[in-house]
Structures are given as structure tokens and as C-alpha cells.
Antibody
Framework: QVQLVESGGGVVQPGRSLRLSCAVSGFIFSSYAMHWVRQAPGKGLEWVAVISYEGSDKYYADSVKGRFTISRDNSKNALYLQMNSLRAEDTAVYYC?????????????????WGRGTLVTVSS | DIVMTQSPDSLAVSLGERATINCKSSQSVLYSSNNKNYLAWYQQKPGQPPNLLIYWASTRESGVPDRFSGSGSGTDFTLTINSLQAEDVAVYYCQQYYSTPFTFGQGTRLEIK
């Protein structure tokens, strides 16, 4: 059964750090690029970051560049998002999602599988 | 960055009628080498993650009812929902995956009239 399960969310003070994880099962994780997408309460979707299947290529939204780092551990079927210098505007549900370019097909693909998300609240 | 603009922001359609949602990109998302439009549509129901409906602008994802269809090319795209059902109430998003950052439209809220 294909599953993407995010964890690590919670309440954190502005300026602090948090690390999100996404545990994947049911497909060959190491063959797919992976994304983080967030959604602030009551707002639309905002793409955050993507990492290539082998981890060598990473791209970020301008709003998080320099503060967030996407990474993966293909031996553990896990995706991560290290979030530093958090701001109130980073408050959102964070989703991990798969890009459908299997067999190392690159990052320029639609998002075909999504987790249920984890809520990050940045507040003092 | 490519800006994605959807219209309208919300619409109300009667059951059994057609709903049409538009998406315009600030630059072309048509890749000439493979003649593919790097444009997807997603449906998001309350309390759920987004669900892929359409990719390459017009290819329906497996399991998506055939009343959903996508069209358009270059910078102008349309999601059409024929014979609207109650379960189609949701927010719909377009997204370009032509270049990073992979931007979404602001969303269109679809309700029953």
C-alpha cells in the first residue's frame, strides 16, 4: 500500500528550528523526486521545495530559500525538511508529495501522491 | 517566476450542469521539445490533501471520473467538470511544473447553486 506519512510538526517559537519527516512506503522511493508543499490556514497551496531522486538537485521557493533545507535518505525511505529561523508566516500544514517521474525521471513532473500533512505553528 | 492566475475565485453551479475553471500562466508552459504542457489540476476537499485530477494539461489521472477534462495550451488552460455532482464541491488548483518554483494558482472554490 502506497503511503506518505508526515511527522514532526508542532508549535515552535519564532526564530527556532523544526525538522519535518516524511516516511514513505509502497513504491521505490529512490526512483522519484520528492516535494514539500504547504498550506497556511484557510489559504491556498504553496510549493516549498523539491529534491531529485538521488538527492543531488534541490530547489526552493524564494520565501524559504536560505532558511529551509530539503534532504532525503533513500536507505530509510525518508524525506526531510529542516526549517530554521522560523517565522509566523511559516505557519501551515506541510505536505510531502511525490513527483511522478519514476526511474530517475527528473523533477519536472506533476505531483501524483500526497501525504495527509503535518501542522506547523510558529507562535510565541 | 511563473505566476498562475485562476478565474473565477469562486463559482456556484447547479447539480448536473457544467463548471468551467480557467488558469492563465504568466509565460508559456509548453515545452517545445516534447510538445507537452507542464500543467496539472488538483482537487482539494475540506480536511483532505490535494488530489491529482489532470496532468500534461489534458491527461486524466487514473480513477478520475470522465466528467473531468482539461484543455488549453501555452498560457491558457481550462478545467471543465460536466454534469456536476455533489461530491465535486471542493477547491481546485492549477500548477505549473515547467520551471522552479513550481507555482500554484490561488485556487477556485466550487459550490453547488
Amino acid at each position: 500500500q502506497v503511503q506518505l506519512v508526515e511527522s514532526g510538526g508542532g508549535v515552535v517559537q519564532p526564530g527556532r528550528s523544526l525538522r519535518l519527516s516524511c516516511a514513505v512506503s509502497g513504491f521505490i522511493f529512490s526512483s522519484y523526486a520528492m516535494h514539500w508543499v504547504r498550506q497556511a490556514p484557510g489559504k491556498g497551496l504553496e510549493w516549498v521545495a523539491v529534491i531529485s531522486y538521488e538527492g543531488s538537485d534541490k530547489y526552493y521557493a524564494d520565501s524559504v530559500k536560505g532558511r529551509f533545507t530539503i534532504s532525503r535518505d533513500n536507505s530509510k525511505n525518508a524525506l526531510y525538511l529542516q526549517m530554521n529561523s522560523l517565522r509566523a508566516e511559516d505557519t501551515a500544514v506541510y505536505y510531502c508529495a511525490r513527483g511522478d517521474g519514476g526511474n530517475g525521471g527528473g523533477i519536472y513532473w506533476y505531483l501524483d501522491l500526497w501525504g495527509r500533512g503535518t501542522l506547523v505553528t510558529v507562535s510565541s | 517566476d511563473i505566476v498562475m492566475t485562476q478565474s473565477p475565485d469562486s463559482l456556484a453551479v447547479s447539480l448536473g450542469e457544467r463548471a468551467t475553471i480557467n488558469c492563465k500562466s504568466s509565460q508559456s508552459v509548453l515545452y517545445s521539445s516534447n510538445n507537452k504542457n507542464y500543467l496539472a489540476w488538483y482537487q482539494q476537499k475540506p480536511g483532505q490533501p490535494p488530489n491529482l485530477l489532470i496532468y500534461w494539461a489534458s491527461t486524466r489521472e487514473s480513477g478520475v471520473p470522465d466528467r473531468f477534462s482539461g484543455s488549453g495550451s501555452g498560457t491558457d488552460f481550462t478545467l471543465t467538470i460536466n454534469s456536476l455532482q455533489a461530491e465535486d464541491v471542493a477547491v481546485y488548483y492549477c500548477q505549473q511544473y515547467y520551471s522552479t518554483p513550481f507555482t500554484f494558482g490561488q485556487g477556485t472554490r466550487l459550490e453547488i447553486k
